[in-house]
């Protein structure tokens, strides 16, 4: 008897439908094709003992199950329930009706449902299929009932399933209201800049970085508060669009990190690894490739607090993933692409002890101790970074204040305001939505400084050493303080506050007092 059933496969963030064929004939043997990894393999023994478990018995015959199309590779835990449905009925164990649905979830010995990887990409998939329905382990029901114009049903156990399809049981369809939960948590930040005392001159810079999507780095000594002003700044972007929130979810749900129960992601991530972490675990791979922190940042902030601490060849890699937002994990058959368009943000101590510059301690370092350690990090993946600032240890008459400082509310309604400008700027420009994404014609088409501006940059580059890479930098930031402003024009103070955003590039910044 042949009997065919329908799941899912998850590469990347491509979902393969999968057809589940199971055919018996005399005999006593067991064949899974189809292209199935180790985890795909090792449920044929969690199918058997979950079967028997729930009281039924498969006999024993010749079965041959495959995984259609076979020429995909096949991973995960996921068809564990399609194969052990399919199979009671190819062995007329159950009399059971499986057409217009499609089946995932990992069976335990005893039955029950496990969570799965990967079930909101799954559900749309099965919505563009047309299914009926879509049968998921409980705890993945909310998350795969975002999509809408979808029948999701949450099991708990194998025997749930075949009573609810011999009409046993009536289950009710998982609903989720997309829009009322993801509007309703948008701004529900838990960080706020008004908990931050003093430090204008930063959260100025952050400001703009925000503003116009430009990646920065900030430099300084170590409890002047570079991580608690860091953490904060999700709270001034943009909120995120229902486009970017469900594609933001479908990474994490590739991941496997979403919480149980959870639905939507309604606030932009934040993703700081450590220092110690390893090239596949920051980009994305392994035998089975998944996501890494920079995709998990999509459509947020990845956060490199020490960045001269990471290793050299695990930063290196982020380079060509900070300029085209996305990357490419290669195998020997086959490929997967993630999106990782984030806003890059770091910190650092200016010099191996930490202390340089702070009033406060004094610096043992020399001058070419410090240049060895702002050498930590390469040229071009400085290239990239658009915004480094300098931040120095709050005083303690700030420290004391009692007023609380600005609040993240009011600098985001600029940050909008801002963004929305450059929205209408590059309208017709396809895969352009913000200034740090302009190229080099796009700078001198829109980020032009009248005279005044111009002779100040051109001091600027001679009197400073500044490096030939620090120029377009400083158009870029220039047109997004413009923004902010409300100006059409680059005028000479947009020219003059975005000069003091480049103090890396300066060729004697090692030598100097900050």
Known sequence: MLVQTYSAVVNGLDVTTVIMEVSTAAGSSFHLTGLGDEAVREGRDRVMAAVQNNGYEIPIRDITVNLAPADIRKAGTGFDLPMALALLVATETIQINLDGYMFVGELGLDGRLQPIKGALPIAIQARKEQFKGLIVPKANAREAAVVNRLQVYGMESLGQVIRFLKGEENVEPTLVDTRKEFYEHQTDYPLDYSDVRGQESVKRALEVAAAGGHNLIMVGPPGSGKSMMAKRLPSILPPLTLAESLETTQIHSVAGILKQGSSLITQRPFRS????????????????????????????????????????????????????????????????????????????????????????????????????????????LLDRIDIQCEISPVPFSQLSKMQPGESSADIRKRVIEARAIQTERFKSVKGIHCNAQMTERMIHLYAGPDAEGFKRLRDAMERLSLSARAYSRILKVARTIADLDGSTDVRAEHIGEAISYRKLDRADWAEQSL
């Not at 994305?284 to 960045?307: K, Q, Y």
């Not at 993933?321 to 195998?331: A, G, M, Y």
């Open 273 to 380: 690894p450590p220092h110690t972490i390893s090239e596949v675990a920051l980009v994305g791979g392994g035998s089975n490739p998944m996501p890494g922190e920079i995709s998990m940042a999509h459509n947020g902030v990845l956060f490199c607090d020490e960045l001269p601490e990471f290793n050299k060849h695990t930063l290196e890699v982020m380079r060509q993933p900070l300029e085209d937002h996305i990357i490419n994990i290669s195998r020997a058959n086959y490929s997967v692409t993630f999106p990782c368009n984030f806003m890059f943000v770091a910190s650092m101590n200016p010099c191996p002890c930490g202390y340089y510059g702070d009033p406060t301690h004094h610096c043992v370092c020399t001058p070419g101790q410090r240049q060895r350690y702002l050498n930590k990090i390469s040229g071009p």
